[in-house]
């Protein structure tokens, strides 16, 4: 509907207002807000037919808008610093940095977006830690075309959506406490820079190529790859990239890789 000035002054004559030009903008700004809001969604999987597919799912959906892509965890960050959207749909498994890791960094921004994942995953300890760091919504690939629909308009009002595909043991997991006695698990142990070097290493890069992919030094490198051996208490980087698949610290088949540092 537009909004032009006889219909303003119709719709504010029964009041008296003078419809000045101030007075104007005033009313196109509420009538903007009255009329229904665009979801503006980024999407974030590494396989473009993914993307294009969620593309085609959401195309009839007049009140969401897609309006950017990114094929990795540091692409989409950049892309919500950027585009502020309301709501990220993401895979978790994704090179660079992984799902689990962005949704961490972008719950932790100060901006109004929230994240829904999209993910093969059903594993009840990451979707408690995605829904302790703030996720709205958790979807397995397998669920129906509407879910994701339904998932992102209780994103975009700040409500938690689970697909109901995800199995009765996830969610009674979600509700259980965790004893005191219980320690804490590895992904809890890791601060989120080990987890980046963690996921670059297990894709196959040499210390040199982590260190320029993160801008940081060599050396420092090195630091973190020595603590994440000593955090999961392993020796040899076959057995690094061993126990963080098993802890489901990555979320992706590694890369073939030796166990030299150059």
Excluded: W
């Amino acid at each position: 509907m537009g909004y032009n000035l006889r219909t303003l002054r119709n719709e504010f004559s029964g009041i008296g207002l003078v419809c000045s030009h101030q007075r104007i903008r005033l009313a196109v700004t509420a009538a903007r807000k009255r009329r229904k809001k665009l979801i503006r969604v980024v999407i974030a999987d590494d396989h473009h037919l993914i993307r294009q597919g969620i593309r085609a799912v959401l195309a009839d959906e007049k009140e969401i808008e897609i309006i950017g892509e990114a094929e990795n965890g540091q692409e989409v960050i950049k892309l919500v610093e950027e585009l502020v959207p309301e709501v990220v749909v993401m895979d978790v498994s994704m090179p660079r940095m992984d799902g689990v890791q962005a949704a961490e960094r972008i719950c932790s921004m100060d901006v109004p977006t929230e994240v829904v994942i999209l993910s093969v995953h059903d594993d009840a300890l990451m979707v408690q830690q995605l829904l302790n760091q703030g996720v709205k919504g958790y979807l397995l690939k397998e669920s129906f075309s509407g879910e994701l629909v339904l998932a992102i308009r209780a994103a975009s009002l700040g409500k938690v959506y689970l697909s109901p595909s995800v199995s009765n043991d996830v969610l009674n997991n979600l509700m259980t406490t965790k004893p005191d006695n219980l320690p804490e698990s590895p992904a809890e142990l890791l601060t989120p820079r080990e987890r980046e070097v963690l996921q670059l290493i297990a894709e196959g890069n040499t210390n040199a190529a982590v260190a320029e992919t993160l801008t940081i030094s060599v050396k420092t490198v090195e630091k973190h790859r020595a603590n994440l051996m000593s955090k999961l208490d392993v020796h040899d980087l076959p057995t690094l990239i061993r126990k963080a698949i098993e802890y489901k610290l990555i979320f992706q088949e590694p890369a073939q890789y030796n166990d030299k540092t150059g």
